[in-house]
């Protein structure tokens, strides 16, 4: 598959663009016009720059308000087209971007709109260019991208094509099954995007809110099927206006943007694949001129298989993991990296000498079949693998960065509570007795604003992590995006918080960051909150206002409700079972929690969260945040 | 008027929040329950605290999904209600909102829904407490405020009544005049929001973008007639659920809050005062029981009598005020302070010894005909008087500092084209010949975003400018938003831009920060152009493919187009005439723009705006933004 991508995709001048589009691997790219005319490079630097970079000028756009219109216009037109098939034969472009006309268009007839398109057909000609026809959703009388078609089948000139953009036929609701019926040789050009589902003006949400494939609500792998299916070949390029994308750095939204090509392009082969059988065909039985490439396939993750804390002086966190029933099982043999372990959770904590580190997770380990096919797809995908420092007979362990700098490794699943890595730490750490907490239940990992689509992309695509529904909660400092990303069993749950802006900014500042936090998953809270008080643990403190909410609410039973008052744990209830869990006090960016699922409950408790956040807020503001006593 | 605003508006804890609302002058508050009950003070000590800064506790809110249930969720909801009542008991609030039932209503009857609002009725009765039923406006069986009225009206209890919510009347399209028709003692509760027009879904507008009143699109100034008219004469509460001001300092967003009231409350009587007289009642001869504050009326300014930078090293500023024209005129008798000026437009260059600062635009001067009466309706409206040291014998100026920290002094409109505070000045320049330039044409400032919609109702309160309609400009970092804020006969005309937040942030770190500039009018900008060039201005360079495509879109004159692309002018046309400008160098946070409006043309080159971001963007790139040279 050719890939391809716009440049107003990206930020920065027209030259980084194209120089972070070939970084990212992609075969060619589409010239915004705007991005040239602001350039102080000519058209044969622009073609001179491509060549270098080894990138294809597949697509100039978009040339607008063209058909549909009174002769006197037509005559305007046809010059201003003239100059530009001029500047793409010095581009070394063969192919424009017409879209149908919003603002002049005063002739609703298709016979008119196809006359002159043939006629800019006739000219384009001239100049060796070919003619992309193309239905905005918002066009004044062509807006679908079959009536389209129908306007390129009458103007009948071979200079003379279709554009399809997955954006302008899904933002309507249009069946793209259509797309199969269009000779493969008539559909020039392929534009894509994904979106959110909004229920906002069609151009609104396109020009602000486009995500790339896979970050969004719209099916394009059913898309893709039938552009597979019609037997086009050309270029599949991506056009997507986004106001985040615009304003971040161009070499990663290149990646995340190559990210999403590449995964599209193994899920439409798999779905091609699934198609076929079903309908009896086999799959290599069936050719199509696209030739889609595939990734190692691997199976989902069944665990967490650690979670590693990152601190100049892990004092305190060490002493809340005793607190909540930890064991220290083991000293890295060479460094100075402790393994505490409880039940099936395992926190590694890397003391770090230098850097003045408060505690942060740094990495987190995830169980999977087969590592290096594992870690394999994921760099294919193009993650950043992960190199630290390992002496010679130390387990090769896989892993990549994700996108908020997070280490992701990727363990072996055997299955038997043991890990592959335990014998490079000694055994000086007795297990006392049986422990409460079982295994990390979750995680939940803070995200710049600028990276959140990225984020949800690379864990979907590298993980094979399903983004449930997003939730938005409130805090004293703004509202706080959260969206859970789950393995189907729910054995793996990380919970993305992108935090408000303004709470971002100060962190930047040296004021507060966003903390992140382990939530581990236990059989008995109640047991577990009172053993941890025993041994001194500073529970995050809940008001008493919360209390009497919950009374008004859920009419609990006296006792229980004594029970969750005097331990600082919050409760919830649904259809499906209860929640009950408690958070610690915070250290440097990083504090616990503890979580019990009653009966089905499948949540995180997500009525409790602005309990925690204001709560979390209070003890920052009275500056007692950074010690856990 | 009484003032009232939910804590919901504000970022922060309650107490936080409790003190900036008494601190901006708010009568009274609603406690928006989620605040109370992540709050570790008892409803006792929030009374208390109440008490002791002055607030009223007006309202409780929100009691959801009460009405139009089964009898078995009747008595689970009348047993929430009581608890709610009996902790209301203890903060001393005696009315709480009662919100039309979205999620658990399953019978739509009007009758059913009143004897069930009864029945709570009743039972609030006795605890002296007031419910005001209100339709949200995605209520699932009631969603109007006439509606909700007739099931108030049905339940025909003293202690249920009516809460009129501006945002859920207005956001349906429905007539307002109705609420004149509510018997004023059924009149419980009055909430105002304001929103900018979008076509979003009405809960996601409602819950991130309602604004105070001013600041968007809806008509309150009506709404509050008919409220007046209807003889209510309770508190006026602000209910702005907005993702901005839920992250920004309480005590700004407080004075916001006030400022939109404020001017409210004076365009209600106003407008009133106007209706009567159209109507043949003389203005006092019929009275409300609500009672109007007014501010000194005063007329809009008349121009621009100057513009300001402050710098410490003025030397590259004024050698481009130099090139483009101006003359030094003076300099200050007893300050390091020089006033240039060309035709009408002057530039006060304000040399600051300490502090390493870069130039920038740091006051301007607008000429209104009575300064002390400007001066004093903006401090009534809550902008903070500048004080600048003065010696005894200089001409008072007054001043208010704008949201953005730009000094705004209000002069006295002289006429004759002197101004009264330039006899500080001497006389030690000589004005050669007659300058091109004739006036500050505008004054582009850029904005931070998380105070855009403050500074709009702030220009727009204090000193009569009319918002225009706003536009992005794709910028290599990003969109840029502007707004142009104007007089009605376009003497005085202020952009305000947002910049990109990766921009902003990267200023805020040592990075570039967006620049602002000063436009100056002129009557022939070809000439003026070719004389900076003899004088060796650096202008902003413009890229050749730009005159390429301004061929291609208004086939210009051969001679012009040579004229305009040698000289680095950028040129835009529409129905109402040309315009052809251009830009300097920037220097440190300034740079300069000269105009010349041909015919009526009334815009600012839009078009053109990426060129000058782009070009812009370039120089920094490249390092040579510093020097004008």
Redesign the interface.
Known sequence: MRTSIAT?CL???LE?KMRACAAAGFDGIEIF??D????????EDIRALAASLGLSLDLYQPFRDFEGVSEDLLE?NL??AE??FS?MNRLGADTMLVCSNVATASIDDDGVAASQLRRLGEVAAGYGIRLAYEALAWGRYVNDYEHAQRIVDLADHPNVGTCLDSFHILSRGADPSGIEKIPAEKIFFVQLADAPE????VL?WSRHYRVFPGEGAFDLTAFMVHLVRSGYNGPVSLEVFN?VF???SEDRTAVDAMRSLIWLEERTSVRLAEQNQLSGNDAGSRRYPMDLATLPAVAEPTGFNFAEVLAEDPGDVEGMLFQLGFSCVGTHRTKPVRLWSAGGARVIINQQQARGLAPAISALGLDVQDPPAAASRAVQLKAQPVSRRSQADEAVLQAVSAPDSTEIFLCEATGDGTVAWAEEFGSDGVVEGEPLITHIDHINLSQPW?HFDEAVLFYESTLSLVPRASQEV?S????VRSQVMCSSDGAVRLALNIA????E?SG??GGPEYPQHVAFGCSDVVALARQARQRGLDFL?V????Y??L???F?LDAALLENLQSLNLLYDRDEDGEFLHFYTATVGNVFFEVVERRSRYDGYGAPNA??R???Q??RV?SGSRDGAS
């Open positions: 107003v930020s920065g001048t980084e016009e705007q040239l005319l602001v350039s102080p490079h000519s058209p305007a010059y201003r100059a530009k500047l909004l229920s906002l003006d609104s106001d615009r304003q971040t600028q409130p004293p400092m703004g509202l408000p802006m303004a709470l900014q930047s500042h403190p008001p008493d206002n919360y009497e909410d009374q008004a609410r009419r602005p309990v956040l204001a709560s807020y209070q503001r």
